[in-house]
């Protein structure tokens, strides 16, 4: 077979067994790949209503069908499951070169189920599954330990997905780390493989991936990458990377600052592009992509040197302004410890923040002020071992609020911390977070690339937004249903697709040209899929903490001051969406947009 | 003669060459068996690339008991960007090393005298492989690609402009 290797390796850690079954290739022809194909595993897969901490609740490894060629940043794997943080979906993509290296070993999909009764670590070589205890040597390392490690004891050449110490503890915002400096970092996936008891996979493959005629598919590659990948609208991640953003962003009043409480980080410019230029040391790529965008920094801290890929804007935000650190070099730690803990970044900057925010306010006091950076770094470490006020802050930003009565200061959706994009600045970011499949997350619309980095459109006004959210309107606004086919492919952002792109891509794979309109059908499919999937396990009321929307807390300074999307329209937007979406006033797909959609599944009656 | 380098300043490590290589020579990608390789520690980001010299190394063909590999003319066709392209101008045949997989007996002394590792036992068909240059145009060359990158060159020495035969 082309493209897919046709087999799921099931693993189940309770009885230490490993089994292999066919992919499902119905499915694979309705959802592609990535996203999609994750979304059927887990509609089918996951027992309805489980408690996600229960071993019977699975983690999902799910390839693209491009993973292991030479296809720009499609190495990506996406780690999905009914999240432990947020009761709901939750797919979480990285890059590096652990999906490709599980084509090489002749797997798709990888479903782990069952809690193991000790700690373990699995090695996957080819066929062959094995566990190995993972105490006293492998529980407790950081992530750079236990990958060579690994490196060391079971093969020099294994790719790893492992959790540090973040996960062990069950930390709900713990991540799973590959390649080091590669997370699957949002909603907690780390916790869900430490609640399994399982500390790494490490995996490698000799096997191959097919892709028909060969010599025409390198052919057709060649010139991909030339028309397409290696341009000026990709290449900006080459030559600058995501610290672009800050001053652009930081420049519409949009950059989340002391927690949440400005718009504007007058000391952003120390965490600008430029700054990062001038302690860049090289460049770094995910497997199988020409474009190269890790940016590899190092700085000293304390007379040690401090060397690693990253920070993306995202953790410039969140752990920089949003915790009024502007020292670079603090920065450079605090994301340091995080890959090093295994903490996602930006819910760590989010509760740092919140913290600092609760101390400066006295509602309590963590011993830890705004732009702190000497307490600040030892912050993940406190968290990781829920030590100190670590213990406090492991709560994450929701029960942290509820715990000391100031509900109000709770910047998340659906218990998702919100990343580095302030509404009340890009007002299409409002419906992006409310409607978000997975809670408070920028990655499935993005309106900033039109409101701020193009300016194709204005930020502060809802009109086209819940439009642009759905289906690409105005054209270069990537949309729910776009990003949600993109991450079938599994394209990376960074190779910025259109529809025709995709479809160009997908000829090979499908053997016939989709049009363009197939090619949003299918991400439509997906969306929808997804919302049948929250919809059956049960999601919260689709909404933003106030302060994003109302009147009453537009910001009263930096370049967003007075701007609101107000409370009338917020309700309105939110209508709207269900309206566009052909969804029913409570947000339930109506089975006439199911059926034209194709989605194959259906509610359970009374949910 | 000529022969495709790594520089490890420049690689990222993206791959493109090995899996360029494997589809080439194997109609599949299967990196563990491309004719070069990039090896990266992810942590410290170090990379190291592994090329054959041909016939500017040649111990390979050196170690051979059976003879079987032989210098070839290869002509050269090179596509895609690389920092040598200008030295190239005019020259149009070149020699590799090729194994002869009649001859080839699997005895593994070339692969014992290779200082670069790359030259190994095919998996399946139980004959050494290795770096032929892809019949005169290097995939490795056409997929790295990123102008700004441009990791692996095509060298020529100037002393082997001339066809030189090895005993």
């Given at each position: 077979m082309d493209f897919y290797k046709g087999n799921v390796l099931r693993i189940d850690m309770s009885t230490k067994t490993a089994t292999v079954e066919p992919?499902?290739?119905?499915?694979?022809?309705?959802?592609?790949?990535?996203?999609?194909?994750?979304?059927?595993?887990?509609?089918?897969?996951?027992?309805p209503m489980v408690d996600p901490w229960a071993p019977e609740n699975p983690l999902f490894l799910m390839t693209g069908p491009f993973a292991g060629t030479n296809v720009s940043t499609t190495s990506r794997l996406v780690v999905g499951a009914k999240s432990p943080t947020t009761g709901i979906l939750n797919d979480s993509y990285v890059g590096g070169s652990f999906a490709p290296e599980m084509k090489f070993a002749g797997y798709d999909a990888i479903i782990v189920v069952g809690k193991a009764v000790e700690p373990t670590v699995v090695t996957i070589r080819n066929d062959v599954v094995e566990f190995v205890p993972a105490k006293p040597k492998y529980w407790g390392m950081k992530t750079s330990e236990i990958e060579q490690a690994l490196r060391d004891d079971f093969d020099a050449g294994a790719k790893t997905l492992s959790i540090g110490p973040a996960g062990e503890t069950l930390n709900p915002w713990a991540c799973l780390s590959t390649d080091q400096y590669h997370k699957a970092g949002r909603g907690g996936h780390g916790a869900l493989m430490g609640s399994k008891n399982l500390k790494a996979i490490a995996i490698r493959g000799t096997g191959s991936v097919t892709v028909g005629d060969a010599r025409a598919f390198l052919s057709d590659m060649e010139r991909i990458h030339r028309e397409f990948v290696l341009t000026d609208d990709n290449l900006w991640a080459h030559e600058e990377g995501t610290p672009i953003l800050v001053d652009l962003v930081n420049g519409a009043g949009a950059m989340p600052t002391r927690n949440w409480s400005e718009g504007y980080f007058e000391g952003a410019k120390n965490l600008n592009s430029e700054s990062f230029q001038k302690i860049r040391v090289k460049k770094r790529a995910c497997y199988q992509c020409a474009i190269a965008c890790r940016n590899v920094h190092a700085v000293n801290w304390h007379g040690a040197r401090v060397v690693g890929e990253g920070p993306e804007y995202e953790t410039i935000a969140l752990g920089g302004a949003n915790c009024g650190i502007d020292d670079i070099d603090a920065l450079m730690k605090f994301n340091e410890e995080c890959d090093q803990w295994g903490l996602d970044t930006i819910s760590t900057g989010a509760v740092i923040g919140l913290a600092m925010d609760m101390t400066e306010k006295g509602i309590h006091d963590f011993g830890v002020r705004f732009g702190e950076g000497e307490k600040y770094v030892e912050m993940p470490g406190l968290i990781s071992r829920k030590e100190g006020v670590g213990a406090e802050l492991s709560l994450g930003v929701r029960r942290l609020c509820a715990k000391y009565g100031a509900p109000e200061l709770s910047m998340e959706v659906k218990n998702l911390e919100?990343?580095?994009?302030?509404?009340?600045?890009?007002?299409?970011?409002?419906?992006?977070?409310?409607?978000?499949?997975?809670?408070?997350?920028?990655?499935?619309?993005?309106s900033v690339g039109d409101e701020i980095l193009s300016g194709a459109?204005?930020?502060?006004?809802?009109?086209?937004?819940?439009?642009?959210?759905?289906?690409?309107?105005?054209?270069?606004?990537?949309?729910?249903?776009?990003?949600?086919?993109?991450?079938?492919?599994?394209?990376?952002?960074?190779?910025?697709?259109?529809?025709?792109?995709v479809s160009q891509m997908l000829l090979h794979i499908y053997g016939r040209e989709l049009s363009e309109d197939e090619v949003m059908l299918i991400g439509e499919r997906v969306w929808n899929l997804g919302r049948l999937f929250n919809l059956?396990?049960?999601?919260?009321?689709?909404?933003?903490?106030?302060?994003?929307?109302?009147?009453?807390?537009?910001?009263?300074?930096?370049?967003?001051?007075?701007?609101?999307?107000?409370?009338?329209?917020?309700?309105?937007?939110?209508?709207?969406?269900?309206?566009?979406?052909?969804?029913?006033?409570?947000?339930?797909?109506?089975?006439?947009?199911?059926?034209?959609?194709?989605?194959?599944?259906r509610l359970p009656a009374g949910r | 003669m000529p022969h495709v380098m790594i520089s490890r300043k420049k690689c990222t490590a993206c791959h493109m060459c090995e899996l360029a290589c494997s589809l080439y020579h194997e109609g599949a990608y299967r990196p563990s068996v491309a004719r070069l390789r990039s090896e990266c520690n992810p942590t410290t980001t170090e990379i190291k690339g592994f090329t054959c010299l041909q016939t500017a190394c040649a111990k390979c063909q050196e170690a051979c008991p059976e003879g079987a590999i032989e210098t070839r003319v290869v002509t050269l066709e090179p596509?895609?960007?690389?920092?040598?392209?200008?030295?190239?101008?005019?020259?149009?045949?070149?020699?590799?090393?090729?194994?002869?997989?009649?001859?080839?007996?699997?005895?593994?002394?070339?692969?014992?005298?290779?200082?670069?590792?790359?030259?190994?036992?095919?998996?399946?068909?139980?004959?050494?492989?290795k770096c032929d240059l892809c019949d005169g145009t290097p995939q490795c060359i056409v997929f790295c690609q990123n102008p700004h990158v441009l990791?692996?060159?095509?060298?020529i020495d100037k002393a082997d402009r001339e066809p030189v035969t090895r005993a």
């Open positions: 992919l499902n290739m119905e499915w694979a022809a309705l959802y592609v790949g990535g996203k999609g194909l994750l979304f059927r595993y887990m509609w089918e897969y996951v027992p919100m990343p580095g994009y302030d509404p009340r600045g890009a007002f299409g970011m409002s419906i992006s977070y409310a409607t978000s499949d997975r809670g408070g997350c920028h990655m499935r619309t993005y459109v204005p930020a502060a006004t809802m009109e086209g937004k819940v439009e642009g959210a759905i289906s690409n309107r105005p054209p270069d606004f990537i949309s729910q249903n776009f990003s949600s086919i993109k991450f079938c492919g599994i394209w990376c952002d960074f190779w910025a697709v259109n529809p025709l792109q059956r396990e049960g999601v919260e009321a689709d909404t933003l903490p106030k302060k994003l929307y109302s009147e009453k807390f537009a910001h009263t300074s930096g370049p967003s001051a007075g701007q609101a999307i107000g409370e009338a329209t917020w309700a309105d937007s939110l209508r709207r969406y269900y309206e566009l979406r052909g969804w029913d006033a409570k947000g339930v797909p109506t089975e006439a947009k199911l059926s034209e959609l194709g989605v194959d599944v | 596509e895609g960007a690389f920092d040598s392209a200008a030295k190239f101008e005019g020259v149009s045949a070149g020699h590799v090393l090729v194994v002869d997989e009649n001859k080839c007996s699997n005895c593994g002394d070339c692969y014992d005298a290779c200082p670069y590792g790359v030259i190994h036992e095919h998996p399946e068909r139980k004959v050494a492989y990791a692996i060159d095509l060298k």
